[in-house]
């Protein structure tokens, strides 16, 4: 199916912004200079969001391993010399058997605690996100106040999607865990390996998803099938900058496995910044994708295919429209745009009521005859 036609099934409304202006087209540049106006109250809000919502995530992803890997590898009942498998006097463990004994925990524990986490930390994106599309679009933002309207007002689609990725990635984990742990006792397989590359591109695919589709509860007031589906849509044909910008994001989790160290800076950073700044980043970037596929058709089928043109100061408006139809009309969204438009237009004309006939009538003489 080629761009236009998957553009087409695009369901368009208008978004939710108060303030009238231009969706910026420079994501990153855009974040960046959002950013350094508003960067106070954005640790206010990061600090209100990361000490109710992530700090259990914290804890399971920075903390709890390197927690578990001490007890059982070293305060523990198995002791151990190096990787050599020599006891202390009258016990002899191997490493296989720690590492044996510390899966099993993950798997009955950890994994089942971790999911939960993440499943509160989703949920209580809907505040972020919903103060974000606000600093994008330059609205008044007050950092704790809209943070909780923003969980009042988009509560449901996000629980709705705490939810099922939190079982998502509950299975994932059991995945990856399984393969993990084969390569550290007896040794992976072909078929394990294979499946753990599968695991990192569903994974990978999902949270793409979750870039679309978390900012669009926010902007736009679409009906949960459609999102969903317009998320699916704008990944399959914007799916650079939306793989691009997750691999940011997982990268920086990712940064604990190397040390703890590094581990704890990056725990650091999160806690001070973090999670705005990844949010600010989905949400302009997002925004971005709307401003170019789903406005221009929105304005379109709204005046049949004439697109709004603004009269800028020593600028021709109707050159400039001219160039910028000529422009629109080779790209996809162009396309899809004038389908859309005159897939709309005949139903005008038919909704049109018809024009009155004038009647024509006899003029009356009231006056009395003598």
Not at 134 to 154: A, D
Not at 238 to 254: E, I, N, Q, S, Y
Not at 257 to 276: C, M, R
Request: hydrophobic letters at 50%.
């Amino acid at each position: 199916m080629s761009r236009v036609n998957l553009l087409l099934k695009l369901t368009v409304d208008r978004d939710r912004r108060t303030n009238t202006g231009e969706v910026h087209q420079h994501s990153f540049k855009h974040a960046m200079s959002v950013f350094s106006e508003n960067l106070r109250k954005m640790l206010l809000m990061n600090v209100v969001y990361t000490f109710i919502f992530a700090l259990p995530f914290l804890f399971c992803v920075f903390i709890w391993p390197n927690l578990a890997k001490d007890y059982f590898f070293t305060t523990g009942n198995y002791n151990f010399i190096g990787h050599i498998g020599i006891g202390y006097p009258g016990v002899v463990n191997t490493m296989a058997e720690g590492y044996t004994h510390l899966f099993h925990h993950y798997f009955t524990v950890y994994i089942p605690v971790l999911t939960a986490s993440i499943v509160w930390m989703v949920f209580g994106l809907s505040g972020l996100f919903h103060c974000m599309r606000g600093y994008m679009w330059g609205e008044n933002v007050r950092p704790v106040k809209s943070f909780f309207r923003g969980i009042k007002r988009l509560w449901k689609p996000f629980l709705v999607t705490a939810i099922v990725f939190g079982a998502f990635m509950c299975g994932l984990f059991y995945g990856a865990f399984w393969h993990i742990s084969l390569m550290k006792t007896t040794g992976a397989t072909g078929g394990s390996w294979t499946l753990f590359i599968f695991l990192i591109i569903f994974g990978w695919a999902a949270i793409s998803l979750l870039y679309y589709l978390l900012p669009m509860f926010a902007c736009y007031r679409f009906k949960m099938k459609d999102a969903l589906k317009n998320s699916g849509i704008l990944l399959l044909v914007l799916w650079f900058p939306a793989f691009f910008t997750t691999a940011f994001a997982v990268g920086l989790f990712l940064l604990s496995l190397i040390g703890s160290i590094v581990g704890y800076l990056v725990g650091i950073y999160l806690l001070a910044l973090g999670f705005v700044m990844i949010a600010g980043v989905w949400t302009s970037g997002a925004q971005k994708a709307f401003g170019n596929c789903i406005v221009p058709q929105f304005e379109s089928a709204q005046s049949g295919g004439k697109l709004k043109v603004e009269a800028r100061r020593g600028v021709n408006p109707y050159k400039e429209a001219k160039a910028k139809k000529k422009a629109q009309e080779k790209t996809a969204v162009g396309k899809a745009s004038k389908a859309r438009a005159e897939k709309a237009a005949p139903a005008e004309q038919d909704a049109a009521p018809e024009k009155k006939k004038k009647v024509t009538t006899k003029r009356v003489n009231y006056k009395r005859k003598k």
